[in-house]
């Protein structure tokens, strides 16, 4: 495929250029401001796949739209469906970045914005291989289908009617999902798993409105000092999740696969330097690469409650709320899951919160 390789290397710096436009697009689809930006993201997904002389349109939903796009009809050829998405998570806390998340920069080769590697980056890669193909060739080789959605980052939860409702369009022998990532520089990965997710927000309430921690404090639950015990009951001190029941559907991992993992050869001091953290931290008995990739996890992502301006503010806070997620692995029920969280967190919360 050497003109193929030619037209990639000739178009390179315009294929960053229309990347860097796309991810200055903010498609943050878990909030409503961005919603015009959202669609925005949509189209100009749809006019990409337009450009190469696909079939492209976007599907409205009950939320963000979804761009499908096909190439034209090879006879004989293996049809192939390519999945991403358009849409960013929320960049927050913005002061943390070093150049500002919709304004893409390029530092040491890398590009840095929001969505980069997550996942217009991917999504734009499957959109301008096929490019050098169409206008090098005159076609793809195979048949393309794309389906690009604007609700990863929420749940996916139209993504569902969708499929159901294409299910005959959508008939393809193989499917590509490039939502994920390399194993390293140069060491590209064929990702067969990924874990699945239970969500929830969990809200304890207590007194009707902030009281005084003079007046009321050792006489009533807290509700932040409650959530922050129900929370602490989810593992015990060496990291080991405590729900009842939370692993009893998983399957060990046979030792082919634990040395199929171990022989990836992970560079965990290099891995641990690169997010700053001094010590790995986890389910005991399991390396570092296996607590990332085949054990369920329990983790806190956000807490509230009480008071946060500057200086103190001596209350007891009326109300205390986390969310929660649970990384889930084969086998495991989301159902059967959230229950048992839930029904953990009633226990261990103490009476006078709700
Ligand atoms: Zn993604």
Redesign the pocket.
Known sequence: MPQIDEYLAANSDRFVRELLEFLRIPSISADSRFKDDVRRAAKFVHSQLERLGFASQLVETEGHPIVYGQSPQVEGAPTVLVY??YDVQPPDPLNEWVTPPFEPTIRDGYVFARGAT??KGQVFTHIKSAEAWVKTTGQVPVNLKYVIEGE??VGSNNLEIFLEKWRDRLQADVAVIS?TSQFGPGRPAITHGLRGIVACEVTLRGPKQDLHSGIFGGAIANPVNALARAIASLHDASGRIQIPGFFDDIPPLTDAERQRLAALGFDEAGCLADIGVSAPFGEPGCTTLERRWVRPTCDVNGIQGGYQGEGPKTIIPAWARAKITCRLVPNQSPEKVALALEQHLRENCPPGVT
Do not use: A, K, Y
């Open positions: 991403g998405h997550d996942d990863e980052e939502d």
